[in-house]
């Protein structure tokens, strides 16, 4: 059974920087396309990143581009995102996402593209 423990999250001013990191257990790590997804109180849960299983390709939601970076290790079976100059309306409760790859990487950025969810962690940007 695959797990995902999302960490790193927290209160931060705007223009600051957090890294949130994405342990998982459970499956083979390096054949699984990894992804970060959002959820802002009372709104939809949103794709924020994608990377491929190799960690050569990755795909950004437009909001998040050149602020945010996704990267892999996997000798830690571990996804990262990076934040930086954070903005207020980046405030959500931040989750990492996993799938089985498959052919080319297309940048899976809808949640029923994914199979296994972790629990979250929050991230608060203040003004």
């Known amino acids: 059974q695959v797990q995902l423990v999302e960490s790193g999250g927290g209160l931060v001013q705007g223009g600051g920087s957090l890294r949130l990191s994405c342990a998982a257990s459970?499956?083979?790590?390096?054949?699984?396309?990894m992804g970060w997804f959002r959820q802002a109180p009372g709104k939809e849960r949103e794709f924020v990143a994608a990377i491929s299983w190799s960690g050569s390709s990755t795909y950004y939601a437009d909001s998040v581009k050149g602020r945010f970076t996704i990267s892999r290790d996997h000798p830690k079976n571990t996804v990262y995102l990076q934040m930086n100059n954070l903005k207020p309306e980046d405030t959500a409760n931040y989750y990492c996402?996993?799938?089985?790859?498959?052919?080319?990487?297309?940048?899976?950025?809808?949640?029923?593209?994914?199979?296994?969810w972790g629990q979250g962690t929050q991230v608060t940007v203040s003004s």
């Open positions: 459970g499956h083979t790590f390096s054949t699984y396309i």
């Open positions: 996402a996993s799938r089985k790859s498959g052919g080319y990487f297309t940048g899976p950025s809808t949640e029923s593209e994914y199979d296994s």
